[in-house]
């Protein structure tokens, strides 16, 4: 695994996350922890975008299997899984900056235009967390950065406290991978807010390019069933 692949992955997980809260009445659509939040909170405030919210959550697990058992089927004949589900997330990503462009902005986040948009967007980010799971287990998550942070920190208390010898050097080395991870991740949100306050939907054009630079560095060898 190269290790530009999960900066690059961690890149558009914020980019996507954050241009889809903002076009989409903050539907989350890399992660699902966040739709229950938002998903209270548009209930009680009779804002929209409830039915989108609650969808995200079926269509999330039902892609996750799916992908699961692509990836397996494609393994088991000696092809390159990751490479090929990476093109899919790249075909889904794209028919969401289309779909984005062509019907918004979105007055609602429950209409048609605004459903079709965060729904393909969500299954092309069900991917990418799947991808993670399934293909890069060693490697820090790329859409969810709690678990990241936290690490973080607790190694940053060890490395304080005088952690020495190999200890010290894994730490150091997973250190550094997490903090890149985050930095990414925290970098991605911030350009695709400032893409959006200033193009609007145009802003979803990036992140299938940077996808396609994704599938560049994916691996091109058979890989074994996990």
């Known amino acids: 695994m190269k290790p530009s692949l999960p900066v690059l992955l961690s ?31 548009a209930v009680v405030l009779g804002t929209s975008g409830v039915l989108a919210k609650v969808l ?7 892609v996750v299997m799916a992908i699961r ?25 794209s028919l969401g900056a289309a779909l984005a462009i062509a019907f918004g902005p979105f007055d609602s986040g429950d209409g048609w235009a605004a459903l079709s948009t965060g729904m393909v967007l969500v299954a092309a980010m069900a ?37 020495s010898g190999a200890a010290r050097e ?13 930095a990414a991740f925290a970098a991605g949100c911030a ?7 200033k193009q609007g939907t145009w802003c979803f054009v990036l992140p299938p390019l940077i996808a396609a630079c994704t599938l560049l560095l994916g691996e091109s060898r058979p890989e074994k069933i996990g």
């Open 11 to 41: 890149v558009n997980g914020g980019y996507v996350d954050a241009a889809g809260y903002l076009a989409l009445h903050g539907l989350f659509t890399t992660h699902v922890t966040g739709n229950f939040v938002t998903l209270g909170a």
């Open 56 to 62: 995200a959550l079926p269509l999330f697990c039902v």
């Open 69 to 93: 058992l692509l990836s397996v089927g494609l393994m088991a004949k000696g092809l390159p899984a990751l490479r090929a589900i990476i093109g899919v997330k790249v075909v889904l990503l």
């Open 127 to 163: 991917i990418q967390n799947a991808i993670h799971r399934i293909h890069m287990g060693a490697l820090p998550p790329t859409t969810i950065m709690t678990g990241n942070t936290i690490q973080i920190m607790i190694d940053l208390a060890d490395l304080l406290r005088g952690v």
């Open 170 to 182: 894994a730490i150091r080395a997973r250190l550094s991978r997490m903090s890149a991870g985050v």
């Open 191 to 197: 350009i695709a807010a400032l893409i959006f306050a």
